[in-house]
């Protein structure tokens, strides 16, 4: 028999092995005495209580964003404002209406959680559906519920070691004041189980492992088998204790950052607690950095260079760590400037800091950081800085490593600070990019344009000394790429202070240089296109014509890469603005048709992507497309386009339709207008006009009536000039323009429509009507005549148009139409028999043999067809 069921000693166990009964416990094994069973009943506050309730919240929602789950995250949040609402007449009576301070810190810490999350769009994006809502949501309730607390919140992050709440107190207070709480019982002993968090220290039941106890004997009655089965259905209960130990490790955790902050934590905590915490980052698992030179070494230029090149070894390779790398190459920049190695070297070491820059973005697609893309421009700055400060110094790619002169001059470096320029404009264009063009952050990100200018001009200085023309013309290419499409005000003014140079002459010169020095296609058709936009823009109408049409970009363009398309499709659509401002109607639907008749302007200016349509494309080519978009403030208002091409276009063909209203052969000048126009003549009922498309067509249709005052007010109102003429440049100039042409094309129209109503037509009635000065009448009224659109002869003395009848009545030319329409007929059936070249007999054959195919004769008519067919029938009859 074993010997834990004995209650005895060993000695008794073996004295009563030689009798015949053996005594047995009862069976207290598990029944606990009055003296063993100890319970604690705690009686707590309603402020304890309430307060526990959100440290318990607290805690869950800290798990949740260990684990970055925003949906729990957010159920907890509003379970949390729940019971602070529980809690708050507790906050008013006890704290003065002053929040806990640990309800302010769990604010600030998920505040702070939440703007990370959002801010980091890269994350953001693998968030699956549910995530990605919840965040959304926790942002907007977060941010609403703690305006009600921002003095608070700003008070907390001022001073965040503050411990002044009740939790951190009750951390820091002794065992013996938080007793006086207490009533006790008699304390259970624990069960032999392993405990689910370490016991109290005043624990009485140590040695409690035996499971018989001497005492048993004498305790053991019928009451104490009662209490005893009692108490084993209670000791195998599950035990809701999780809560509990999670407050009791944060009451630890708490307790030992205080001690840390303090400098009291000793080396017995930090090895019961398994060390002080490591941050382990991404890259190779490397357990220290490694010294950068030796303590006796004699550090030179050599060896810092040996260095660098062990440094520069492990770019590219897998698991690099790039932040150590930066660090590295900082620090062996330190080293060289305290031991006074040269500016040589230290541009040497600029320009391998560029490149770890620049290595540090692993997707060539994506854009830089704002912080390592202002690192990356102070790295360059300081390259051109050293340039221009030494005249005998040389930065250039044909430089091998073995011709390199790092200590004596004239100063040798291998690299080309033009290349480290053109890497640095085109992150700069993606950080444009990949910003909320609505935000503030694209407007913080558009003031370091003024820096990168800066930065282009001193490096086309650098290169203007030392580079080849080659290089010049890259340079002067980049400075012409942030130039081109501004508007400068001091180019219109007259009176400019003598040397003052203007960016119309300053992209003359640069374009001049280019057009002599260019040994590639590329540089100069992009310094042509940019030259004509930049005219285009200060209304130089005539130069930029003359340059388009004497470069003859618009034959070859096609063959050209993506980037450059893109600038020829920017600068027609300019150009059409331009020339619409000048009151050149026809050349400015010339050169927006090609552009707006595709239905995908948006898209040819790559100032957006339209939604996609039964696979167009990959997403491959979607992400190509994306990175060739331009910036938001480089875009063209693409309503101002539609806007200037559908009036230039209703100008034109309202004029040629009535002028040809019974040619069936006419023409269609513009597609896209005349299908707006048909469309809204097939409404059965017309409504006023609401967008700037319906405000074109309704003027079309009151023009075709002849009502150039309804044409006008459709085209220039309150309405109109907020959305499309305002935009432009001399708005005032422009509204005038349009009221002179709607008038002009209106009184052609007029012409068109009713000459063969009039004998004759007088030309003062006719000024009066339109409110056109009478020698502009005069003037359009000959050329009419003599572009032979108008059949008449003008007779000075009495001021008339003498109108000739010898064109068709409309009875006459809808009989013409017919007559014309009938015999295209007739002669397209004739060459639909010739082409077939036989057809069946429509009567049956005699029995016994099949039907024979005759060929009919050449040039039978139709009449000599039917009488045949009447024949057969009449035979088989």
Not at 92 to 102: C, H, I, Q, T
Request: hydrophobic content about 35%; glycine content about 4%; charged content about 35%.
């Amino acid at each position: 028999m074993s010997r834990f069921f004995a209650t005895g000693t060993d000695s008794e166990s073996e004295s009563s092995s030689e009798e015949e009964q053996v005594v047995r416990a009862p069976a207290p094994v598990y029944t606990f005495s009055d003296d063993e069973e100890e319970t604690r009943r705690v009686v707590r506050s309603m402020k304890e209580k309430r307060y526990e309730e959100l440290e318990g919240i607290i805690h869950s929602l800290r798990n949740h964003r260990k684990i970055k789950d925003f949906s729990s995250a957010l159920a907890s949040f509003e379970e949390l404002q729940k019971a602070y609402t529980r809690a708050a007449p507790v906050v008013l009576k006890e704290e003065n209406g002053v929040a806990p301070r640990f309800f302010i810190k769990a604010l600030t810490e998920l505040d702070d959680w939440v703007v990370g999350a959002w801010n980091d769009r890269d994350a953001r994006k693998t968030l699956s559906k549910g995530n990605s809502k919840a965040l959304t949501s926790l942002r907007q309730k977060l941010r609403k519920y703690t305006k009600e607390f921002e003095s608070d919140i700003s008070s907390f992050r001022e001073n965040p070691d503050q411990p002044v709440d009740d939790d951190e107190r009750k951390d820091t207070s002794s065992s013996d004041e938080s007793e006086d709480r207490v009533k006790e019982k008699p304390k259970a002993r624990r069960s032999p189980e392993p405990p689910r968090r370490p016991p109290p220290q005043d624990d009485e039941s140590s040695d409690s492992m035996d499971w018989g106890s001497s005492s048993s004997d004498s305790s053991s009655s019928s009451d104490d088998e009662a209490r005893g089965a009692a108490t084993i259905r209670e000791r195998f209960l599950k035990r809701t204790t999780e809560r509990d130990d999670d407050e009791e490790r944060d009451r630890r955790r708490a307790r030992r950052e205080r001690r840390e902050r303090a400098g009291k934590i000793s080396k017995r905590d930090q090895a019961d607690d398994g060390g002080e915490w490591e941050t382990v980052r991404k890259g190779a698992a490397t357990s220290d950095k490694p010294k950068m030179f030796a303590k006796d070494s004699d550090i030179d230029a050599a060896l810092v260079v040996k260095k660098l090149g062990e440094i520069s070894a492990a770019r590219g390779r897998k698991r690099t760590d790039r932040r150590a790398q930066l660090e590295l190459l900082h620090e062996l920049r330190t080293v060289a400037q305290q031991h006074n190695l040269g500016d040589a070297l230290q541009l040497k070491l600029r320009a391998a800091t560029v490149a770890a820059l620049f290595d540090y973005n692993p997707k060539v697609s994506d854009a830089m950081k704002p912080e390592y893309w202002s690192r990356l421009v102070e790295n360059v700055d300081q390259m051109v800085t050293i340039l221009l400060a030494h005249e005998d110094m040389v930065l250039s790619e044909t430089i091998t490593e073995e011709n390199e002169q790092l200590v004596t001059p004239p100063y040798k470096v291998r690299g080309c600070v033009l290349t480290s320029l053109e890497r640095l404009d085109d992150e700069f264009t993606k950080l444009l990019k990949e910003c909320d063009p609505h935000s503030n952050e694209y407007v913080e990100r558009l003031k370091d344009e003024v820096r990168v200018s800066a930065l282009i001009d001193r490096v086309c200085q650098v290169v203007e000394r030392d580079g080849t023309p080659q290089e010049i013309c890259r340079a002067y290419l980049r400075k012409i790429d942030h130039l081109y499409y501004k508007f400068d005000p001091r180019a219109v003014k007259k009176d400019l202070p003598p040397g003052e140079e203007t960016t119309i002459k300053k992209m003359e010169r640069f374009c001049k240089f280019i057009y002599a020095n260019d040994d590639t296609d590329r540089l100069r058709t992009r310094a042509i296109l940019s030259h004509i936009y930049h005219h285009a823009l200060h209304d130089n109408w005539f130069q930029a014509r003359d340059l388009l049409l004497m470069s003859h970009l618009q034959e070859n363009v096609q063959h050209s890469d993506p980037s450059t398309q893109i600038l020829y499709n920017r600068t027609m659509a300019n150009l059409g603005l331009c020339a619409f401002r000048r009151g050149n109607v026809k050349e400015a639907h010339g050169c927006l048709a090609e552009l707006m008749m595709t239905g995908k302007p948006k898209e040819l200016l790559a100032q957006g992507l339209l939604p996609q349509r039964q696979h167009e494309r990959s997403k491959e080519q979607e992400k190509i497309e994306k990175q060739r978009q331009m910036p938001f403030h480089m875009h063209i208002n693409l309503e101002l386009l539609e806007c200037v091409y559908l009036v230039s276009a209703m100008l034109i063909e309202i004029p040629y339709m009535a002028a040809h209203e019974f040619d069936a052969r006419r023409r269609m000048i513009s597609k896209t207008f005349y299908q707006n126009l048909r469309a809204s003549e097939r409404q059965a009922l017309v409504g006023p006009p609401e967008s700037m498309r319906e405000h074109a067509v309704a003027a079309a249709r009151a023009m075709r009536r002849g009502d150039w005052r309804a044409c006008l007010n459709f085209i220039v109102n309150e309405k109109m000039n907020a959305k499309v003429w305002d935009l432009m440049v001399g708005a005032e100039n422009v509204r005038a323009m349009l009221g002179r042409l709607i008038r002009e094309e209106s009184l052609r129209t007029y012409l068109f429509t009713y000459a063969h109503v009039y004998a004759s037509l007088s030309l003062r009635s006719l000024a009066d009507m339109f409110e056109l000065p009478r020698q502009r009448v005069h003037s359009l009224v000959s050329k009419m005549i003599i572009n032979e659109e108008l059949l008449a002869s003008l007779d000075d003395p009495s001021e008339c148009a003498i109108l000739h009848r010898s064109e068709p009545t409309r009875m006459q030319a809808l009989a013409l139409q017919l007559a014309d329409k009938v015999g295209n007929l007739v002669d397209s059936n004739e060459r639909i028999f010739e082409k077939q070249g036989s057809f069946f007999q429509r009567g049956g054959a005699p029995r016994g043999e099949g039907r024979q195919r005759e060929r009919p004769r050449e040039g039978w008519g139709r009449r000599q067809r039917n009488r045949r067919r009447d024949d057969e029938r009449g035979h088989d009859d």
